[in-house]
């Protein structure tokens, strides 16, 4: 049991805050398009945009929320965060429209985008001597909540009433609302000490703007499991459908298992680099495996998919792993949440544009455009050595802060 929970304290009310929440979120990811389709009567086609139009427009969110959250104590700012999330979602009982829809779904992603940015100072303090290991035992934790909820949304979707959905969105709301209420058991902690220099400087940091895009491109990563193996599976292959069900179990599985391992040796920015290298490899691989699965029989065509997902989840890991170490080590610690708010905004970007990229590449072009998608991956995962050297340089001293009693001032939210 201690390997499965950290030991009593804040660690544990993170993990315990995270938890909760990732249950709602799997609700919703399991549920939510279906929600607006089928009980809101919102067009497929209008869900798609007013998802696309929200995931823009919440972009540059992160960053400012987590400036803020550097500033003003990042306890308050992120459980304020969950709060604006939690109503935005209740809201989605009132969305009977494309704009109303647009509303409230773009303040629910900002607020999503917002509490991601200011999740991070938290970690950082209390990660221990390792934040980052911290950070891969939640995504750990992420994929158990997820699943819980993906299993209590199956319920909603088969009984299909509009009260059976309205008992999903609020319940959706309900989690996100208890996250914040767990998150202020832990003890406010003073914000670093303001430091000389831009305020914006990890808008000005280009080496670290450069890893952000190369993360945004290795994100693209997530789309393939979610968008682009249904729809080839579906269009392209013999294998039975429910293999669908059974590739996101599998990695879901992995992912629980492996997270913390495989993040257990990436300890340097150098160590990131090489999971990086590493995780394009395997993306190529995989890539390769679910491209030769047309055109041949059912169980072939089953073997290769899902020795496809071992090899993709395998690298996912890899890339994750890398992600967590490089966002932190290379972020000033005064600064913290603004430049996990910069970083984001490759994983916004992969989330925007990865299913129309996936959907042109994979599905239109076929066969082909898989190795085109895995020759990608495995071109950014061979910069990010040469990037990651290059922000390790641009580096600089530790900053003097602007006042010596700015670091004794406490986090009153």
């Known amino acids: 049991m201690a390997y499965l929970l950290p030991d009593p ?15 709602g979120s ?28 929200a995931g823009l427009l919440s972009l540059g ?29 209740a809201g989605f009982v009132l969305a009977d429209g ?53 299993v ?6 088969q009984v299909g009433t509009h009260s059976a959905y309205q008992v999903l969105v609020l319940g959706n709301a309900l989690a996100f609302a208890a ?55 579906v269009a392209a292959t013999a294998a039975p459908h429910w293999l669908i069900s059974g590739t996101m179990l599998l990695n879901t599985v992995i992912v629980i298992a492996f997270q913390v391992r495989a993040s257990r040796n990436v300890d340097t920015p150098a160590g990131g680099a090489l999971a990086y290298r590493r995780s394009g490899v395997a993306f190529l691989l995989s890539c390769a495996l679910i491209s030769l699965s047309a055109g041949i029989p059912a169980w072939a065509a089953a073997t290769l998919l899902l020795a496809a997902v071992v090899v993709h989840t395998i690298g996912e890991l890899w890339h994750a792993a890398a992600g967590f170490e490089v966002s932190f080590a290379l972020a000033p610690k005064h600064a913290t949440g603004q430049y ?4 984001g905004l490759g994983t916004g970007l992969a989330e925007a544009a990865g299913p129309t990229l996936l959907i042109a590449l994979c599905i ?26 290059w922000a390790q340089r641009h580096q600089p001293p530790a900053p003097q802060p602007l006042a010596k009693t700015a670091g004794k001032r406490s986090a009153t939210i």
């Not at 919102?42 to 998802?51: D, I, N, T």
């Not at 280009?206 to 190369?214: E, G, Q, S, V």
């Open 9 to 23: 304290g804040p660690q544990r009310t993170l993990a315990a805050s995270n938890f909760v929440y990732t249950v």
């Open 26 to 53: 799997g609700l919703y990811l399991t549920a939510g398009v279906l929600y607006f389709t089928h009980d809101r009567h919102v067009p497929a086609a209008q869900v798609g945009l007013g998802l696309g139009i």
């Open 61 to 89: 969110v992160g960053i400012a929320v987590g400036h803020l959250a550097d500033r003003l104590g990042a306890r308050g700012v992120y459980a304020t965060a969950l709060v604006v999330q939690a109503l935005a979602t």
């Open 98 to 150: 494309f704009w109303p829809f647009v509303l409230a779904v773009s303040v629910a992603t900002g607020a999503k985008g917002a509490g991601n940015a200011a999740r991070g100072p938290l970690i950082r303090y209390h990660g221990g001597d390792r934040p980052q290991a911290f950070r891969a035992y939640l995504r750990a934790v992420t994929n158990i909540g997820i699943s819980l909820g993906a």
């Open 152 to 157: 209590l949304a199956g319920w909603t979707v």
């Open 179 to 233: 996250s914040a209420a767990v998150l202020l058991l832990l003890p406010p902690f003073a914000p670093e000490p303001a430091a000389s220099g831009p305020r914006w400087a990890a808008l000005r940091d280009r080496p670290y703007l450069a890893l952000t895009f190369l993360d945004g491109v290795m994100a693209i990563q997530f789309k393939v499991l979610t968008v682009a193996i249904p729809l080839w599976l």
């Open 340 to 343: 996990l708010g910069v970083f």
């Open 364 to 389: 239109s072009w076929g066969r082909p455009g898989w190795y085109v998608v895995g020759a990608l991956f495995a071109l950014a995962g061979l910069a990010a050595p040469l990037v990651v050297r």
